[in-house]
């Protein structure tokens, strides 16, 4: 693969910035990490593979990262690096986007594979999870957003050096006044480090019946999951936990799907699972056809017998 | 307050055919609004009634904007009035020239106070045609907003990020996109659909905006469904102790 020549990354968290420049260094000669945060947080990039870094100052809690996209985007027009690489959080996507504008152009979404063929060829997934497509930008500049698992952190070296260059802060013209912060409880499950998945969905009539699921998942050592609509419409289970094109991509060893109908949105997340095992009361749910095994039956009789028969078998 | 509510309008994705050679057919899909879109039609409607002004809708793309249902099913759900912007360029637009089209639009409509877009479009769900328009319309714009509260000239929002909610004060006009759990979006009564029917519906081309010269940044090289596993699909059938016996009888085997 030939490389391009300048890559620029930005991510709000040090993992993601870590990974981004792995992936930095593979695509590209010269690796910049632009970053807003402490002078050791400057340090910690070159040491995780950046060869320059933008160093937009110290965090002011009375600011947020995007009043930062003027400053950023008089730097791109100077510099004009040939590849930018946003990390895809909230406040990341916002960033990408507006600087794409900017730039005149579209951000590249959630990258799966990125290759260079004299330009920056980018492949992610559209419809739903039915096709992955490639792209590549018209421009100098391509932006891409890319997550977590697509490139791997390289070890820390201490011996590396770098070179921080201070930018001057520009004052946007459009600022968003911030009148308070609160703390979101966010769950800590990482479905992806999970060899068992037992996935929920909108079969299952009430919140607390979750509990017959999770009952299962305990007795056959698996994580829960669910689809989208059970964190995101009736909110039974946290947001970190459902499984799908817009939620987790897993790569599990079994995956039980419990009154879900497979839905192409959903079954992006799961189809690379070794084994596929779906309970459903509709012979038509498109589940069974993407299942290795399968029940036609109502969960709320096969799960309890389930559970009783690994119970009986331990 | 002046509202407009942008949507798109998507091939069903359960009758998407996958051909031999793994590229897609999209000839024999129904089209839809997206699902997601609905949201920021219903934000429109109860900020509205709340502190009265107007909602209208907005989309642009290729010819099938101009099926009949579809913009019935829009009006359907409370805006008054419907433009569109429909080019055959506009069918498989990205997120930089679907918010130059809509821009476009917005100066022919004239005046605004707030856009409201989706989380996500139902078919590139790439979540980027409102903060690409908020930029381009040079007025401030947020994406992840899970409530808003008008203030007179400004609004105050909640946006939900990964860790954190911020509370957040905007001015208007303002591009807005917002989160699929901001409103449970109603359901269009009879009566709602019967007056979609006379609701106006205004339509552009990219020459009667002047825009005819705007072009797409990025190219599409390829687009191909992913290699499909192969699946055994042993299914059984029913519930009973025999039929679960066999169920569990595989997955213990699976386990091991
Ligand atoms: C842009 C976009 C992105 C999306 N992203 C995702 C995503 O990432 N993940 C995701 O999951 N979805 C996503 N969706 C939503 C997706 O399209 C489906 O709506 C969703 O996956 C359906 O969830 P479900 O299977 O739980 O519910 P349903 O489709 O309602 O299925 C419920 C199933 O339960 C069965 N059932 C009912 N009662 C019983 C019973 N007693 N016993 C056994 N079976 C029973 C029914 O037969 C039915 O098949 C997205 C949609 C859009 C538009
Ligand atoms: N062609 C379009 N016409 C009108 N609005 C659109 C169009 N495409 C996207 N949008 C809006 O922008 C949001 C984000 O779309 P996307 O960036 O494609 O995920 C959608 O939820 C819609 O509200």
Redesign the interface.
């Known amino acids: 693969m030939s490389k391009i020549k300048k890559v620029w990354v930005i991510a709000e968290k040090e993992s993601a910035l870590a990974q981004l420049c792995a992936g930095g260094r593979q695509l590209g000669e010269e690796v910049a990490a632009v970053v807003l945060g402490t002078k050791e947080e400057t340090g910690k990039a070159i040491t995780m593979g950046a060869d320059t870094v933008y160093w937009l100052g110290e965090f002011k809690p009375e600011n947020?990262m995007e009043d930062y996209v003027k400053t950023v985007l008089e730097l791109l027009k100077q510099e004009r690096p040939d590849l930018l690489m946003v990390q895809p959080?909230?406040?990341g996507?916002?960033i990408a986007?507006?600087l794409?504008?900017?730039m005149?152009?579209?951000?590249?979404?959630d990258a799966a594979k990125i290759k260079i063929d004299e330009k920056v060829?980018v492949t992610h997934l559209?419809?739903?999870?039915?096709?992955?497509?490639?792209?590549?930008?018209?421009?100098e500049t391509t932006i891409v957003t890319v997550g977590a698992g697509v490139y791997t952190a390289l070890p820390e070296d201490t011996s590396r050096q770098g070179n921080v260059i201070s930018v001057d802060y520009l004052e946007p013209?459009?600022?968003?006044?911030?009148?308070?912060?609160?703390?979101?409880p966010?769950a800590t499950v990482n479905l992806g480090a999970a060899k068992?998945v037992v996935g929920v969905g909108r079969g299952i009539a009430n919140q607390e019946d979750i509990k017959i699921a999770e009952e299962l998942a305990e007795q056959?050592g698996a994580e829960v999951g669910c689809s989208r609509p059970i964190a995101?419409?009736v909110?039974w289970l946290p947001t970190e936990r459902y499984i799908g094109?817009?939620g987790a991509i897993l790569k599990p060893e079994?995956y039980?799907a419990v009154g879900i109908s497979g839905?192409?949105?959903h079954l992006?997340g799961v189809?690379?699972a070794k084994?596929?095992?779906a309970v459903n009361k509709d012979?038509a749910a498109?589940i069974?056809?993407?299942?290795?095994?399968?029940?036609?039956?109502?969960l709320y009789?096969?799960l309890p017998?389930?559970i009783e028969?690994?119970k009986a078998?331990k | 307050m002046n509202v407009i509510s942008c949507y798109k309008i998507v091939?069903d994705?359960?009758d998407?055919v996958?051909l031999q050679d793994r590229n897609?057919s999209l000839e024999r899909a129904e089209w839809k609004i997206g699902q997601y879109d609905l949201n920021a039609v219903e934000v429109g409607m109860q900020i509205v009634e709340a502190v009265g002004g107007k909602v209208s809708a907005l989309s642009v793309g290729d010819k099938q904007l101009e099926n009949s249902k579809l913009k019935k099913g829009i009006l359907s759900r409370g805006p008054e009035e419907l433009f569109l912007v429909v080019d055959e360029r506009l069918g498989n637009a990205?997120?930089?020239?679907t918010?130059k089209a809509l821009k476009a639009g917005i100066d022919k409509i004239g005046s605004f106070d707030l856009v409201l877009c989706g989380e996500?479009s139902?078919?590139?769900?790439?979540?980027?045609v409102g903060?690409?328009l908020?930029?381009?319309l040079?007025?401030?714009?947020?994406?992840?907003v899970s409530k808003i509260t008008p203030a007179g000239d400004k609004l105050?929002v909640e946006?939900?990020?990964?860790?954190?909610?911020?509370?957040?004060?905007?001015?208007l006009p303002a591009v807005i996109s917002v989160?699929?759990?901001i409103n449970q979006p109603r359901i269009p009564s009879m009566k709602n659909i019967l007056a979609a029917g006379k609701k106006t519906v205004t339509q552009w081309g990219l020459s009667d905006l002047g825009t005819e010269g705007i072009q797409k940044?990025?190219?599409?090289?390829?687009?191909?469904?992913?290699e499909?596993?192969d699946?055994?699909?042993?299914?059984?059938?029913?519930?009973s102790?025999e039929?679960?016996?066999k169920?569990?009888e595989?997955?213990?085997k699976?386990?091991l």
């Open positions: 947020r959080t909230k406040r996507k916002l986007g507006r794409a504008a900017s005149g152009t579209s951000v590249l979404v060829q559209v419809y739903g999870g039915a096709a992955f497509r490639t792209e590549q930008s018209l421009t013209s459009n600022k968003v006044k911030l009148l308070e912060k609160k703390t979101k966010s068992r056959i995101e419409g909110n094109v817009s079994v039980l839905q192409v949105q992006v189809n690379q084994v596929i095992i012979k498109p069974f056809k993407h299942a290795d095994y399968g029940i036609v039956g109502d009789k096969v017998l389930l028969k690994f078998n | 091939p994705e359960q998407i996958v897609l990205d997120a930089y020239l918010a996500g139902g078919d590139l769900y790439s979540q980027q903060i690409q908020g930029e381009l040079n007025v401030p714009t947020l994406n992840a105050v946006r939900t990020l990964e860790n954190e909610i911020e509370v957040l004060e905007v001015m989160t699929t759990d940044p990025t190219e599409i090289l390829s687009t191909l469904a992913p499909q596993v699946r055994k699909q042993i299914i059984f059938e029913g519930d102790e039929v679960v016996q169920l569990f595989n997955i213990q699976e386990l």
